[in-house]
């Protein structure tokens, strides 16, 4: 049975890879394609590049039901698309407008998410971060004190989200349940604020910051299926200990095999555009009307 896991996992990470890599390989060229096929120059190829991604996002959005058993899925990006969504409609509105529209849109989404279970926990998890983070763009003042507020204080803050996350998140509560919710964006609210100082901080301004954000796009995508992995080799009687193991060694492990995984695709990145523009000058020299 293990054995069977850990099949399915690694070809589940390789098609990961490969889907990645393949999008990757993409996005760059096809403005390129496009101004070739419509005969104009990049300003019209972007647009139209911009219209097939939107395109794709919503029909991702709108028929993701018939495939998968939630309605707005992070995997899909359906979740950054509903949050984009609701920050067109109510980017100029009022400050009480604003934060009565969003009370009623998180409350109305999770009755119904508990009633019929259409939406990814994550949207609710995400939902007070991203509510945050409209006010902080908004308030420039606001942004400034959060950001600069005492450093010790912060990270007193930070340590309590941390402690309070690894009793509630760590398998005490369910992910839908509201406790999980409000301590979940506690936590990542207290480190995102907690990090802002720090990489402003010329004192703080260490190389280990670069290695995590050049490695951060494929943790994201990849940080599961190597916690699974090493899931498969050790065993955990308490929940606790589980999320425990996934910090240290875990993630840990995740940025240095994905900065390493980033580096070998920028690489490719980097001979595939070479390749391109090589068979883009010979053709041209081949046909130079």
Not at 25 to 30: E, R, T, Y
Request: net charge positive; aromatic share 22%; hydrophobic share 55%.
């Amino acid at each position: 049975m293990l054995n069977k896991k850990s099949a399915a996992i690694s070809f589940i990470f390789i098609t990961l890879l490969i889907d990645v890599t393949g999008i990757g390989l993409i996005i760059p060229v096809v403005p390129g394609l496009i101004e070739q096929l419509i005969d104009g120059d990049i300003s019209d190829a972007s647009r139209y590049s911009g219209l097939l991604a939107f395109a794709y996002a919503s029909m991702q959005f709108l028929f993701s039901p018939l495939y998968v058993k939630q309605l707005l899925t992070l995997w899909y990006l359906s979740v950054l698309f509903a949050y984009f969504i609701i920050y067109g409609l109510l980017l100029s509105r009022s400050t009480r407008t604003l934060l009565l529209s969003l009370t009623v849109i998180f409350i109305g989404s999770y009755v119904v998410h508990i009633k019929f279970g259409l939406f990814d926990y994550r949207f609710f998890e995400y939902y007070l971060t991203f509510l945050t983070g409209f006010l902080l763009a908004r308030y420039e003042w606001a942004y400034e004190k959060v950001v600069n507020f005492s450093m010790p204080v912060q990270f007193i803050i930070m340590l309590a989200g941390f402690v309070l996350f690894s009793f509630t998140g760590f398998g005490q509560y369910e992910v839908n349940s509201w406790q999980f919710i409000l301590v979940s964006d506690f936590h990542m609210l207290s480190m995102i604020i907690f990090a802002l100082h720090v990489f402003q901080s010329p004192r703080l301004n260490w190389p280990v910051w670069r290695f995590i954000a050049y490695g951060s796009f494929f943790a994201y995508l990849f940080h599961r299926p190597i916690w699974d992995l090493m899931f498969a080799a050790i065993k955990f009687p308490w929940p606790i200990f589980t999320g425990w193991y996934r910090l240290i060694p875990g993630s840990i492990l995740v940025f240095v095999i994905c900065y390493y995984m980033q580096l070998g695709y920028d690489r490719l990145l980097k001979t595939g555009t070479s390749l391109w523009q090589r068979f883009t000058l010979r053709r041209t020299a081949a046909n130079p009307s």
